[in-house]
């Protein structure tokens, strides 16, 4: 086994290992609640596994590009941004810092973290930064794991990465704002097709109801919101690396979102229709909104102190 193999293939099983320490040492063996999944877990680790082989598989087909070293540098990077996602997960998840928000909206702006990890470090650290960070976020907030969650969170930072494996960037990105417009256009189609299915993401803490409430129009139309806004961005931003972060953080945020909505189609039962509209929707959407403003302003800044230390 060469070594930029054996370096992805031990992190991807780090990030197995550590989803395994938590649940089954922490949650069965335990017994912590907080620490313990839902229904069918071992769907959960099926999904799982699907979403580390689909990493894998996407390295090997490419495992010439330099996306793919992972030395002590992207180690080191790897353990800041899970932490930070960790932490900043659990402030804004609304037990610490409760944010008012528009109807049922999660907002978590702390998904711009993986976003950014994956593009200036690499796939690899994204993809650890976002699925590690989550589980430990959800781990701190009390409210259960979920892991196959967590890996949608790693895909997000892996895709953000792949940035890295573009040759003609500006082509990538035009491919990428495409394709993803088509598949925020596709779910709104679906939202104005199902307006009375329930968000699976609501909660009425009052009245102890999950689910019972339709999405809002503004959660049901906040995905394109968010594309409008990357377009902005691609456009009107004459910083190429600003373009690229946003436009590759988008189509990170649909597809692994996406990954971890269609999931639960099998996982907890959902018909396709309401895992789009009842989950996709209401965590995709404001993400998307997130990404478009934060990671410019953490891409800038980066940019800012490589510059201060004359890198």
Known sequence: MDKKLASIFWTLVAILVVFILLLQVGGNMMGIE?????????LRYVFVVVGLLIAFVIYYVTKDSEAWEVGTR???????????????????????FVVPSLSQVSLRPAIAIPMFFGYAFGPVV????????????????????????????????????????AKDRK???????????VLALLAVVVFFLNRSMPNMLFFDVDNGIFGDATISMFA?????????????????????????????????????????????IWINGFSPAAA????????????????????PLLVAAYASVQRQSGR
Request: charge should be negative; proline fraction near 3%.
């Open 34 to 42: 907080r620490l313990q999944t839902g229904e069918n877990p071992v």
């Open 276 to 295: 789009i509209v009842g989950e996709f929707l209401p965590a995709a959407g404001p993400n998307l909104i997130f990404a478009a403003i934060l990671v």
């Open 74 to 96: 992207q180690v080191v990077y790897m353990a800041i941004g899970a932490a930070l996602y960790a932490v900043f997960s659990w402030l804004f998840n609304g037990t610490v």
């Open 220 to 264: 049901g139309i906040s995905i394109i919101v968010g594309f409008v806004l990357v377009v902005v961005v691609r456009f009107l931003f004459k910083d190429e690396d600003v373009q690229a972060a946003v436009t590759w953080a988008m189509l990170g945020n649909i597809l692994g979102i996406g990954f971890a909505a269609i999931s639960d």
């Open 126 to 165: 994204g993809f650890f930064t976002g699925a590690v960070g989550n589980m430990f976020g959800d781990a701190l907030t009390g409210f259960g794991l979920s892991p196959q969650w967590s890996i949608g969170n790693g895909l997000v930072g892996f895709i953000a990465g792949l940035v890295w494996l």
């Open 171 to 181: 082509k990538a990105m035009n491919n990428v704002l495409i394709t993803s417009g």
